[in-house]
């Protein structure tokens, strides 16, 4: 989640990002730097055979257990028009399933779901985009994931608000830079400023023509507010602690439970110097979410299934890629822009003007009148007639700002689309074979760093579970890819293959690790690779069909 560190001299700000469990880096690239750390050429070519076999069983196994998931997009995510025969029952039970299994798939992925102060972080921030959205929750059909969240009430205690609607995914962080003049932009954040100074001054006012709260606002508990003010020093001194080289393996792994990132935004460059860098080009920065996967279902999805007894109402899943931080509300679905600072300014200003303009006329008109001595005998219809042109005039200054209005939303909503279309990579069962490829992949690169790091220290000794994270996360820094790494289910996968051996019952940070050979490995490989079409128990997708008169 983004946090805050301290702003810099030029407007920026540094945040701290937890570090994410997705590697990055692909397959073929990750073999070529480990085999570059390997000199024996038959080592080499021994390894080779080990990931080779190691990467075709995860595959064989990952594609055998995804038969559910894969179900669950034939039924919810295909658009199914034969009527299933489903009853209302049939289909929370299969509702249940479904989310249930995607949830997990996307944790084995190594993708997080939205947590609330990042969701936070993104409403208070702006990037590019410059959009006041609204999510219009009433077109959101969410009484699917009001059941998978009582169900994971203590999994997904810290996820934010909106996922109660949309189920919000995202992995990896990477950067975007953008220059431009942005004036547009930034006079929009100054009267947005200028509006929020006012609206203090006017609180402060308020607050201070209230002389009977003084007695009850200068007894407030301050030692809670010492307390809390304390707590938010001591953790903002743990964030801006730098890394020390002397550290032991678990304080390491803590101070590099995150990475920094600068973000430079308007809002801090306005802040910084408001009217130096208005008409001077501004180079903007921010992290991006490298990759995101949204889950939701519409309303009108559910009416539509509603007119269709036993077909279950689709569900729509959606993949992004490099959405800022800042700007992430813009895949959310069944969005609303509203108006920005800006805008209003130049509504209030024709409304004002248009007033002025009405009021100058019926001004002179009623004083020329009053000279002549016409205006207390003249009878009502010619009053009307002589103010009919100036109705005329509010009419015609009201009927532009409605144009205007709309002409802005239309614009916006263009901007959005235009917006999305670049980012969208998939949709629907697209990613599903993406996310199941993804999950292959991560657990490949997971199981072939583990076991190539204790393949090469043991000689040197036991390794320990602190030892052999630390060892990859240093490797993986070298190849500039900032990771924490999942050393306990990348061991726990080799030690369940029979591939490496541990001192004690259960898996605990100082377990000793003792691996097989290099040969014996790849002997072993072969065994559960014959045990995987063998094993009678292993689970089958088409063993529904069959009956048990057949067995």
């Known amino acids: 989640m983004p946090k805050p560190v301290k702003a810099t001299k030029g407007g920026g700000r540094l945040l701290r990002m937890n570090m994410s469990h997705y590697i990055p880096l692909p397959l073929d690239s990750l073999m070529h730097a480990l085999l570059k750390e390997i000199p024996d050429e038959k080592d080499k070519l021994r390894f080779i055979d080990f990931a080779r076999r190691l990467h075709h069983l995860y595959r064989s196994r990952i594609t055998n257990q995804s038969w559910r998931l894969r179900k669950g997009f034939q039924l919810f995510a295909n658009n199914v028009t034969v009527d299933l025969g489903f009853t209302e029952e049939i289909v929370e039970a299969e509702e249940d399933s479904f989310i249930d299994n995607f949830h997990r798939t996307m944790m ?13 972080d993104a409403l208070n921030s702006e990037y590019t ?12 059909d969410s009484s699917f994931l009001k059941r998978f969240f009582l169900h994971h009430e203590d999994e997904l205690g810290d996820a934010a608000d909106v996922t109660r609607h949309v189920l919000v995914y995202h992995r990896g962080y990477g950067l975007d830079k953008t220059k431009g003049l942005f004036i547009i932009e930034k006079v929009d954040v100054l009267f947005r400023n200028m509006f929020h100074v006012l ?57 590099q439970s995150r990475q920094v ?57 959606k993949s992004f890629k ?21 805008d209003l300014v130049k509504v209030l200003a024709a409304v004002l003007v248009a007033l002025a303009t009405v009021a100058t006329k019926f001004w002179q008109f009623y004083e020329e009148e009053k000279e002549e001595n016409d205006w207390h ?21 009201a009927s532009k700002i409605l144009v205007q209005i709309r002409t802005q939303q239309a614009t916006y909503q263009n901007l959005m689309t235009n917006y999305l279309y670049q980012r969208t990579t998939d949709s ?20 072939l760093l583990a076991f190539f790091f204790l393949w090469r220290c043991t000689p040197s000794g036991p390794v320990t579970l602190e030892d052999l994270d630390m060892h990859v996360e240093q490797f993986l ?13 990348a061991v726990q996968k080799l030690v369940a293959d029979g591939i490496v051996n541990i001192n004690t019952e259960e898996l605990e940070p100082e377990s000793q690790l003792k691996n097989l050979s290099i040969s014996r490995a790849i002997t072993k490989l072969e065994q559960q690779w014959q045990v995987f079409f063998s094993n009678p128990n292993q689970e089958c997708p088409y063993c529904p069909f069959l009956k048990h008169d057949d067995l």
């Open 108 to 120: 084995e992925a190594n993708f997080e779901l939205l947590s609330q102060d990042t969701y936070q």
């Open 129 to 140: 985009l410059n959009l006041d959205l609204e999510l219009d929750t009433n077109a959101l």
């Open 199 to 255: 609206w203090r001054g006017l609180q402060l006012l308020l607050l201070f023509l209230s002389v009977w709260k003084w007695p009850a606002i200068l007894r407030g508990d301050m030692e809670d507010d010492d307390a809390e003010t304390e707590a938010s020093l001591a953790a903002q001194t743990a964030d801006t602690m730098p890394f020390d080289p002397s550290l032991s393996v678990t304080e390491h792994s803590v101070a």
């Open 261 to 317: 990132i600068l973000r430079k935004s308007l809002e801090g460059l306005i802040a910084a110097a408001p009217f130096s860098t208005l008409f001077s080009v501004t180079q903007l920065q921010e992290p991006t979410f490298k990759e995101m996967v949204v889950l939701y279902r519409t309303a009108e999805q559910r009416d539509e299934a509603a007119q269709r007894p036993g077909i279950p109402p689709s569900i729509s899943v």
């Open 322 to 342: 490099n959405i800022p931080v800042a700007d992430f509300e813009i895949v959310l679905p069944c969005q609303r822009p509203t108006t920005r600072a800006l």
């Open 377 to 397: 005998t003249s009878t009502w219809q010619e009053r009307f007639s002589e103010i009919a042109p100036l109705l005329i005039i509010v009419g015609t200054y």
């Open 428 to 447: 629907d069962d697209g990613v599903r074979a993406h996310l199941e490829d993804s999950t292959i992949l991560q657990e490949v690169k997971e199981s």
């Open 477 to 489: 820094l070298t190849i500039d890819n900032n990771v924490d790494f999942e050393v306990d289910d």
